[in-house]
């Protein structure tokens, strides 16, 4: 079943992280991860933000709109992607590898979510139920508290 983008969301109960898994060499985009997901059949990319290595933050889908990134729980979500994730050498092993400037620009974008949508929770997309991968390599629910965003 192919994601419509055009629907739009009409409630945010969470902020989801996720990875890009790609190796720390790859510094993609929004417009690379849009043509992987258009390949697969899907609308548009699944995301609504995408976190560059340099620290860049790309808008993907549209805001209001409900995404494509977590099963079951697109219509309530917002999802945010902080490209990397993997090894280097062997990209089927997780990897919290993300760059400083892409720390600095996930606390700016969740900080700016949770003004827009103050009842939204952070999650991991690895913190869903029956999601069975590592995404987005590291504890979402730890650093959010560390940060002081709501969980």
Known sequence: ??????????????????????????DVGAADIRKWHKAQGWADIGYHFVIRRDGKIEKG?????????????????????????VNQKDFTKAENNFTPAQWASLK?????????????????????????KACPSFDAIAWAKKEKLPT
């Open 108 to 132: 700016t974008v969740v900080a700016d979510l949770v003004k827009r949508y103050p009842n939204a929770k952070v999650r991991g997309h690895r913190d869903f139920p029956k999601v069975a």
């Open 61 to 85: 889908r549209a805001l209001d709109s409900i995404g494509a990134h977590v099963a079951g729980f697109n219509a309530t979500s917002v999802g945010v992607c902080m490209v990397g994730g």
């Open 1 to 26: 079943m192919k994601p419509n983008n055009s629907a739009m969301r009409k409630s945010t109960n969470w902020i989801a992280i996720h990875c890009s898994a790609t190796r720390p060499s790859q």
